[in-house]
């Protein structure tokens, strides 16, 4: 296809710009760019390279390669006769074994009617490099200075801080300091030491206390150096500091805790030896006095109802009305208590043995022993834990002796602790000339029960059975299941006449157990002898036993189902 007029207006001009770039020597001796100082370079349509001289020959080996987006749209605008720059142009060059950085500040100006595009490029990789050399270098001084304290100050002749880094200290702003008067920052005012913060003569790792904003003490690790004026004048100081109350703060915990294990120690060393849990609180109790000091110490174990129950005791116990209110306290499920009065303080903690309360420890001081401080907190804490043990400890031993002392079943005494008891109720009655009855207890048609129902339906019977014992007597009087179906009763302050009412009373209240019956026609009932005690007579506790039981056979014999009040000693029976 043939050329029109226009397009070959625009060749003919193209092939002028190349004329003049290579053949007329821009960059040759007196050529127009021959001492400019940078790169030269002038590229056609498409980023062609038309003549570069020395300093160009990175920028034009990067368009050959086609490797610079950036370069190759300016030199478009170039040639739509718009001037572009870029800067930086970063490019890479190979220089042996190693690739240099390069950079350059780039003006690409239309060129020849705008057939060609002039690329002036000014080399700035030295330059970039001392500004990023000195950046880094500002920032490692920053990062130094940063991580040899916590920050950096300057006060001048009068006390004033005058500069603060950036990030403030202690909870105040660098605006809230600079200006502000460095020795109201101090705890103690009075020292006669002289504070970094106006110091003469450089000072090295200096400790002062000073106040955080928020009220609360630091401890400061200070280094400072004097300044002066152009005339060798004092004129203020310059310095770092580093917040070491953390450090502080652990050394003196530290020497909290050597504290609360001598302590600890002690108390346990007194009380280690005693094997017997209820020894063992006296032992604390008395031990507490003495260490802390305190005024007196009391131990408290919680029952099964939730009541507690005072289980050691030494020294003297406040007042009720400051006592018995913090514990109510701590029964309610508070953990601590301290109380303040005038006639002294008072300090009480639950005590737990596997996350489970179990008692309290009570600590009183009167006012001329004072408050109780964080020490003692933390050392009675650590006492009560061991008192939450003894606790449990004491709780478990009295369980073994009630297990070891009780029926399983029934709950009610056994036979062995039921005959030790009566030895010794009998023989205190018979001092004090109380009187009292014996009651021997036995089921009727029991045995068919088990027969035709089975065992278990049998201990549901005897289950019932001591249920109705516990609801028919009083607290001190002894029920015991002797063995078998045969139970028994010690009742005291009873006359003879009573006794009798009491056992038709517990064979009116047993008449429920008929719906345990094992045949309807043999229903279960009662038969009970009573053999009461006269101080007067000199009868044993087995001859009391032995006449009561005579009395229930002879309800056996007689039909069952009913009482029977045993005679006198030698007497015939009723």
Same mark, same amino acid.
């Given at each position: ?9 625009? *060749? ?16 040759? /001796? ?37 490797? $610079? ?41 239309? +060129? ?93 790792? /200096? ?5 955080? $904003? ?19 004048? +004092? ?62 110490? $009391? ?41 303040? =009065? ?17 008692? /309290?420890?009570?600590? +009183? ?6 408050? +109780? ?87 549901? /019977? ?12 009083? $607290?001190? *009087? ?55 005690? *006269? ?19 002879? =309800? ?19």
């Amino acid at each position: 296809m043939a050329k029109g007029p226009a397009r070959k207006t625009v *060749d003919e001009a193209y092939d002028r710009a190349v004329e003049e770039a290579v053949d007329l020597g821009l960059f040759a /001796v007196g050529g127009s760019f021959e001492r400019f100082p940078g790169a030269v370079l002038v590229a056609g349509r498409n980023g062609m390279v038309l003549a570069a001289n020395e300093s160009a020959a990175p920028i034009a080996a990067l368009l050959q390669q086609g490797r $610079s987006e950036d370069l190759r749209a300016a030199i478009h605008s170039a040639l739509s006769g718009r001037a572009a720059q870029i800067n930086p142009l970063l490019l890479a060059r190979e220089d042996g074994k190693r690739t240099v950085g390069l950079a350059y500040d780039m003006a690409i100006l239309p +060129w020849g009617s705008g057939t060609a595009a002039l690329l002036l490029g000014r080399d700035i990789t030295l330059e970039r490099s001392l500004r990023s050399a000195l950046i880094e270098s500002r920032q490692r001084y920053k990062d130094l200075v940063e991580a040899s304290s916590d920050f950096a100050w300057e006060a001048d002749a009068s006390g004033r801080f005058i500069f603060v880094s950036a990030q403030g200290a202690l909870g105040y702003s660098a605006a809230e300091l600079v200006g502000a008067q460095a020795l109201d920052l101090l705890v103690d005012t009075t020292s006669d030491q002289e504070s970094p913060f106006t110091t003469r003569a450089p000072v090295q790792e /200096v400790e002062m206390w000073v106040k955080r $904003s928020d009220g609360e003490s630091a401890c400061l690790l200070a280094t400072a150096l004097p300044l002066s004026g152009p005339d060798g004048e +004092w004129c203020g100081a310059r310095g770092l500091c580093r917040n070491i109350t953390a450090e502080r703060t652990h050394e003196a915990a530290l020497a909290g805790d050597r504290n609360r294990e001598r302590l600890l120690a002690y108390i346990l060393g007194i009380v280690r030896d005693e094997m017997d849990p209820a020894h063992m609180l006296h032992a604390a109790a008395g031990a507490l006095v003495p260490a802390l000091p305190a005024t007196g110490a $009391s131990i408290y174990r919680l029952d099964e109802s939730g009541a507690l129950i005072c289980v050691a005791q030494a020294g003297t116990l406040p007042p009720d009305d400051v006592l018995e209110p913090a514990l109510q306290r701590i029964a309610d499920g508070e953990e601590q208590v301290e109380q303040a =009065v005038p006639s002294g303080a008072l300090f009480a903690k639950e005590t737990r043995f596997q996350d489970e309360r179990n008692g /309290v420890l009570c600590l +009183w001081r009167n006012g001329a022993i004072g408050p +109780w401080h964080s020490e003692d907190r933390f050392l009675l804490t650590e006492i009560a834990g061991q008192i939450g043990l003894a606790n449990h400890q004491f709780t478990r031993q009295q369980a073994l002796e009630e297990a070891s002392s009780t029926d399983p079943l029934t709950g009610l005494l056994n036979r062995r602790c039921f005959v030790e008891a009566l030895e010794d109720r009998y023989m205190r009655g018979a001092e004090q000339r109380r009187g009292a009855a014996l009651f021997f207890i036995d089921l009727d048609n029991f045995k068919l029960v088990n027969d035709t129902h089975g065992h278990q339906r049998g201990d549901m /019977v005897l289950a019932a059975l001591a249920r109705i014992l516990h609801e028919q007597t009083r $607290s001190r *009087d002894l029920a015991a299941r002797l063995g078998g179906d045969e139970f028994a009763l010690y009742v005291e302050d009873i006359s003879p006449d009573a006794a009798e009412r009491k056992g038709r009373e517990l064979i009116l209240a047993a008449e429920g157990l008929k719906e345990y019956s094992g045949d309807p026609g043999r229903p279960l009932g009662l038969s009970i002898g009573i053999a009461d005690c *006269d101080p007067d007579r000199q009868e044993t506790p087995d001859e009391l036993v032995e006449r009561a039981d005579q009395a229930m056979y002879a =309800v056996k014999r007689h039909g069952k189902g009913g009482v029977s009040l045993a005679p006198p000693p030698g007497k015939g029976r009723r």
